[in-house]
């Protein structure tokens, strides 16, 4: 199997920032013996990562995406893996019903952000 890995984030190409998770997923990874054939770092760019999973996705078993799926208006991993696959991002209400507790045991609220983004549940990429 190979994999291929997408840190997401247009914080982590400037200079006070170091992209650590795919270390560590590599590692994990290798021993579980997947071949990790690609590690990049991309912004957070609509059409940019759209076109980096529909990349990784035609030459990768296992395409495995960090970053980039937080609240606010730049996080577009969702939205990119979307529409790489063709899929439509659908309101799952246990999902929503799941972060509010979460929130709630944290003593957080919600953002409006937060609660108005799709939240779908996990959909094979293929």
């Not at 840190?7 to 290798?30: D, F, H, K, M, V």
């Not at 990049?40 to 940019?48: G, P």
């Not at 996080?75 to 529409?83: H, I, P, Y």
Request: charged share 30%; proline share 4%; net charge positive.
């Amino acid at each position: 199997m190979r994999a291929e890995l997408l840190a997401i984030g247009s914080e982590l190409l400037g200079p006070l920032r170091t992209e650590t998770n795919s270390l560590w997923l590599t590692e994990r990874l290798l021993d579980a013996g997947i071949e990790v054939v690609t590690r990049a770092t991309l912004a957070d760019d609509l059409s940019l990562l759209e076109s980096a999973f529909r990349g990784a996705l035609s030459r990768a078993d296992v395409v495995i995406a960090t970053g980039g799926l937080g609240p606010t208006a730049d996080d577009l991993t969702r939205e990119a893996a979307a529409a790489a696959t063709g899929r439509a991002l659908r309101r799952d209400p246990a999902i929503l019903e799941a972060l509010r507790e979460r929130f709630a045991r944290y003593s957080r609220t919600m953002s409006p952000r937060t609660r108005s983004r799709r939240t779908s549940s996990r959909v094979p990429m293929r």
